[in-house]
Protein backbone atom coordinates (compact mmCIF):
# COMPACT_ATOMS: atom_id res chain seq x y z
CA UNK A 1 0.00 0.00 0.00
CA UNK A 2 1.25 3.56 -0.37
CA UNK A 3 1.82 5.73 2.29
CA UNK A 4 -1.21 8.24 1.81
CA UNK A 5 -3.40 5.38 2.56
CA UNK A 6 -1.42 4.21 5.22
CA UNK A 7 -1.82 7.64 6.77
CA UNK A 8 -5.76 7.69 6.05
CA UNK A 9 -5.63 5.20 8.11
CA UNK A 10 -4.16 5.99 10.77
CA UNK A 11 -5.91 9.35 10.94
CA UNK A 12 -9.43 7.13 11.25
CA UNK A 13 -7.86 5.11 13.96
CA UNK A 14 -7.10 8.22 15.58
CA UNK A 15 -9.70 10.14 15.19
CA UNK A 16 -11.68 6.75 16.68
CA UNK A 17 -9.72 6.88 19.31
CA UNK A 18 -10.28 10.07 20.31
CA UNK A 19 -13.64 9.65 19.81
CA UNK A 20 -14.22 6.59 22.20
CA UNK A 21 -11.86 9.11 24.85
CA UNK A 22 -14.35 12.02 24.68
CA UNK A 23 -17.40 9.68 25.05
CA UNK A 24 -15.29 8.05 28.42
CA UNK A 25 -14.72 11.39 29.54
CA UNK A 26 -18.78 11.88 29.42
CA UNK A 27 -19.63 8.66 30.66
CA UNK A 28 -17.31 9.19 33.62
CA UNK A 29 -18.38 12.95 33.97
CA UNK A 30 -21.88 10.92 34.27
CA UNK A 31 -21.23 8.45 36.58
CA UNK A 32 -19.38 11.04 39.24
CA UNK A 33 -22.92 13.03 39.14
CA UNK A 34 -25.09 10.32 39.44
CA UNK A 35 -22.77 9.15 42.34
CA UNK A 36 -22.61 12.55 43.91
CA UNK A 37 -26.53 12.90 43.99
CA UNK A 38 -26.73 9.67 45.53
CA UNK A 39 -24.87 10.39 48.11
CA UNK A 40 -26.79 13.24 48.60
CA UNK A 41 -29.59 11.90 48.16
CA UNK A 42 -28.68 9.57 51.15
CA UNK A 43 -27.32 12.37 53.42
CA UNK A 44 -30.70 14.24 52.73
CA UNK A 45 -32.69 10.99 54.16
CA UNK A 46 -30.37 10.55 57.51
CA UNK A 47 -30.83 13.95 57.76
CA UNK A 48 -34.06 14.49 57.61
CA UNK A 49 -34.51 11.31 59.72
CA UNK A 50 -32.23 13.27 62.50
CA UNK A 51 -34.22 16.37 62.30
CA UNK A 52 -37.52 14.31 62.81
CA UNK A 53 -36.03 12.86 65.80
CA UNK A 54 -34.72 16.54 67.44
CA UNK A 55 -38.26 17.74 66.23
CA UNK A 56 -40.00 15.16 68.33
CA UNK A 57 -38.15 16.13 71.21
CA UNK A 58 -38.37 19.39 71.68
CA UNK A 59 -39.91 21.07 74.55
CA UNK A 60 -41.49 24.02 74.06
CA UNK A 61 -41.43 27.10 71.37
CA UNK A 62 -38.28 28.24 72.57
CA UNK A 63 -36.59 25.23 72.03
CA UNK A 64 -39.06 25.14 68.24
CA UNK A 65 -37.03 28.98 67.66
CA UNK A 66 -33.88 27.45 68.49
CA UNK A 67 -33.86 24.98 66.35
CA UNK A 68 -35.56 26.33 63.36
CA UNK A 69 -32.65 29.31 63.26
CA UNK A 70 -29.77 26.61 63.63
CA UNK A 71 -31.65 24.64 60.23
CA UNK A 72 -30.28 27.69 58.41
CA UNK A 73 -26.44 27.72 58.24
CA UNK A 74 -26.23 23.33 57.78
CA UNK A 75 -28.32 23.36 54.97
CA UNK A 76 -26.47 26.76 53.31
CA UNK A 77 -23.15 24.60 53.73
CA UNK A 78 -24.35 21.38 52.69
CA UNK A 79 -25.54 23.30 49.27
CA UNK A 80 -22.67 25.34 48.88
CA UNK A 81 -20.57 21.94 49.38
CA UNK A 82 -23.22 20.37 46.47
CA UNK A 83 -22.28 23.27 44.15
CA UNK A 84 -18.69 22.99 44.53
CA UNK A 85 -18.83 19.15 43.70
CA UNK A 86 -20.75 19.33 40.75
CA UNK A 87 -18.76 22.44 39.78
CA UNK A 88 -15.51 20.14 40.33
CA UNK A 89 -17.31 17.45 38.53
CA UNK A 90 -18.07 19.52 35.75
CA UNK A 91 -14.84 21.35 35.58
CA UNK A 92 -12.99 18.56 35.60
CA UNK A 93 -15.24 17.00 32.15
CA UNK A 94 -14.25 20.34 30.93
CA UNK A 95 -10.15 20.32 31.38
CA UNK A 96 -10.00 16.42 29.97
CA UNK A 97 -12.74 17.57 26.66
CA UNK A 98 -10.27 20.45 26.48
CA UNK A 99 -6.93 18.24 26.31
CA UNK A 100 -8.52 16.04 23.82
CA UNK A 101 -9.13 18.73 21.74
CA UNK A 102 -6.06 19.95 21.72
CA UNK A 103 -4.09 16.85 21.29
CA UNK A 104 -6.70 16.23 17.85
CA UNK A 105 -6.70 19.69 16.74
CA UNK A 106 -2.72 19.42 17.00
CA UNK A 107 -2.47 16.01 15.35
CA UNK A 108 -4.62 17.38 12.48
CA UNK A 109 -2.29 20.68 12.11
CA UNK A 110 0.45 18.29 11.94
CA UNK A 111 -0.95 16.26 9.01
CA UNK A 112 -2.02 19.37 7.08
CA UNK A 113 1.47 20.61 7.42
CA UNK A 114 3.05 17.46 6.48
CA UNK A 115 0.28 17.26 3.84
CA UNK A 116 1.76 20.84 2.66
CA UNK A 117 5.32 19.70 3.21
CA UNK A 118 4.77 16.91 0.89
CA UNK A 119 3.30 18.54 -1.73
CA UNK A 120 5.68 21.24 -1.84
CA UNK A 121 7.92 18.63 -3.08
CA UNK A 122 6.21 17.25 -5.35
CA UNK A 123 5.13 20.31 -6.55
CA UNK A 124 5.18 21.81 -9.65
CA UNK A 125 7.99 24.57 -11.00
CA UNK A 126 6.87 27.96 -10.52
CA UNK A 127 4.04 26.76 -7.68
CA UNK A 128 6.25 28.04 -5.11
CA UNK A 129 4.26 31.30 -4.25
CA UNK A 130 0.95 29.08 -3.74
CA UNK A 131 3.28 26.80 -1.60
CA UNK A 132 4.47 29.52 0.27
CA UNK A 133 0.78 30.53 0.61
CA UNK A 134 -0.18 27.48 2.22
CA UNK A 135 2.80 27.35 4.29
CA UNK A 136 1.52 31.14 5.69
CA UNK A 137 -2.04 30.26 6.17
CA UNK A 138 -1.12 27.28 8.18
CA UNK A 139 1.28 29.12 10.10
CA UNK A 140 -1.55 32.47 10.09
CA UNK A 141 -4.62 29.66 11.45
CA UNK A 142 -2.11 27.89 14.12
CA UNK A 143 -1.81 31.78 15.39
CA UNK A 144 -5.34 32.24 16.03
CA UNK A 145 -6.27 28.84 17.39
CA UNK A 146 -3.63 29.79 19.58
CA UNK A 147 -5.11 33.04 20.59
CA UNK A 148 -8.44 31.79 21.21
CA UNK A 149 -7.31 29.02 23.24
CA UNK A 150 -5.20 31.11 25.40
CA UNK A 151 -8.43 33.65 25.70
CA UNK A 152 -10.57 30.78 26.38
CA UNK A 153 -8.08 29.53 29.50
CA UNK A 154 -8.20 33.06 31.05
CA UNK A 155 -12.10 33.31 30.15
CA UNK A 156 -12.73 30.24 32.37
CA UNK A 157 -9.73 31.13 35.08
CA UNK A 158 -11.66 34.50 35.19
CA UNK A 159 -15.40 32.22 35.86
CA UNK A 160 -13.62 30.07 38.49
CA UNK A 161 -12.34 32.93 40.57
CA UNK A 162 -15.94 34.35 40.23
CA UNK A 163 -17.61 32.02 41.39
CA UNK A 164 -15.60 30.77 44.00
CA UNK A 165 -15.84 34.63 45.48
CA UNK A 166 -19.95 34.10 45.08
CA UNK A 167 -19.90 31.15 46.73
CA UNK A 168 -18.05 32.41 49.66
CA UNK A 169 -20.04 35.70 49.85
CA UNK A 170 -23.23 33.63 49.89
CA UNK A 171 -21.81 31.23 52.79
CA UNK A 172 -20.67 34.58 54.87
CA UNK A 173 -24.31 36.02 54.38
CA UNK A 174 -25.81 32.68 55.60
CA UNK A 175 -23.26 32.37 58.55
CA UNK A 176 -24.10 35.80 58.95
CA UNK A 177 -27.58 35.46 58.74
CA UNK A 178 -27.47 32.74 61.70
CA UNK A 179 -25.27 34.90 63.82
CA UNK A 180 -28.04 37.31 63.50
CA UNK A 181 -30.76 35.32 64.45
CA UNK A 182 -28.97 33.68 67.86
CA UNK A 183 -29.72 37.04 69.65
CA UNK A 184 -33.49 37.51 69.03
CA UNK A 185 -34.02 33.95 69.91
CA UNK A 186 -32.00 34.33 73.08
CA UNK A 187 -34.28 37.34 73.55
CA UNK A 188 -37.14 35.33 73.14
CA UNK A 189 -35.86 32.72 75.12
CA UNK A 190 -35.04 35.73 77.82
CA UNK A 191 -38.61 36.86 78.01
CA UNK A 192 -40.18 34.10 77.94
Known sequence: MSAIPQNILASQRASLDNL????????????????????AARASLEDAVQRTREVVELKDAQDAVSFASGLTQPNAEKA??????????VSGVQADLTRLS????????????????????????GTESAV??????????????????????????????????????TLKAATD????????????????
Open 20 to 39: VAIQNVFFEGFEKLVDLNLK
Open 80 to 89: LAYGRHVYDI
Open 177 to 192: AVEAAKPAARARRAAA
Open 102 to 125: EEQISENQKQVSDAIEQFSKNAPV
Open 132 to 169: ALLKSSLSTATSAYESVAKAAKQASRAAESNLAAATNA
